[in-house]
């Protein structure tokens, strides 16, 4: 069955720490691939997005995310992390290209520690 | 990117009455979309809203419970009908494919938070 899954629920780090947010899916050719961010109580901001071209995306908030085909990841990095951070992300797909919705993985709550 | 706007920002409704949510956007759109959101949980599809015609329901939601209104390119509403505590979340619309933007990227209404007592 296609499939978003973000392993790790929640992540806790060290803020100044480097971050890694995991994401694999299971589709048949290379879909559109997003990262999303959610922090309490707002809205959805994209960070990211990866359709085609160079796999090393970058995105706002200095965050980037790698486009691995022979893995069928798409994880979303960081270098050093922020208080600020503190949300949650959720990694999307769209396999059809650009003409359908979007599918959400299970979402990863980040939490950000002094 | 789109800006999009949803009314009510969040509401407390009593069991047995329905809630239309609103959703507005700054430019036209081709694909407009209705999530669910409930506490703790990831966002779940409900349907897409076609313009002039029926929308397309996602396995688990049906038209009774939700019906859906998209009379233009710009505009959509929500109804959750005969409400019960399991129809608290947060509601969100989306929107994809600008008419005038030529971009494929997914954008997001703030939501509409609900509770039901």
């Known amino acids: 069955a296609q499939s978003v899954t973000q392993p790790d629920i929640h992540i806790t780090v060290s803020e100044g720490a480097s971050l890694e947010l995991r994401c694999n899916y299971s589709y048949g050719a290379t879909p559109y691939l997003f990262w999303y961010v959610q922090s309490p109580g707002q809205g959805l901001q994209l960070l990211l997005k990866y359709f085609s071209g160079d796999t090393l995306v970058q995105g706002i908030k200095g965050f980037e995310a790698e486009f691995k085909r022979s893995q069928s990841s798409f994880n979303l990095r960081k270098p050093s992390v922020h208080w600020s951070d503190a949300a949650e992300y959720f990694c999307?797909?769209?396999?059809?290209?650009?003409?359908?919705?979007?599918?959400f993985g299970i979402g990863t709550k980040l939490q950000v520690i002094p | 990117s789109a800006v999009i706007s949803q009314k009510p920002s969040r509401d407390i409704c009593q069991r047995g009455t329905s809630l239309t949510i609103q959703c507005q956007v700054d430019s036209q759109v081709t694909m407009m979309f209705w999530y669910r959101q409930q506490p703790g949980q990831s966002l779940t599809l409900i349907a897409t809203?076609?313009?002039?015609?029926?929308?397309?329901?996602e396995s688990g939601f049906v038209i009774d419970k939700f019906p859906i209104s998209r009379p233009n390119l710009t505009f959509s509403t929500l109804t959750v009908s005969n409400m019960s505590p399991e129809d608290s979340s947060i509601y969100l619309c989306?929107?994809?494919?600008?008419?005038?933007?030529?971009?494929?990227?997914?954008?997001f209404g703030p939501g509409t938070r609900l509770t039901v007592l």
């Open positions: 809203a076609n313009q002039g015609s029926e929308a397309t329901y």
């Open positions: 999307a797909v769209d396999p059809s290209g650009g003409y359908q919705k979007v599918t």
């Open positions: 989306s929107v994809r494919g600008r008419l005038q933007g030529f971009d494929n990227e997914q954008f």
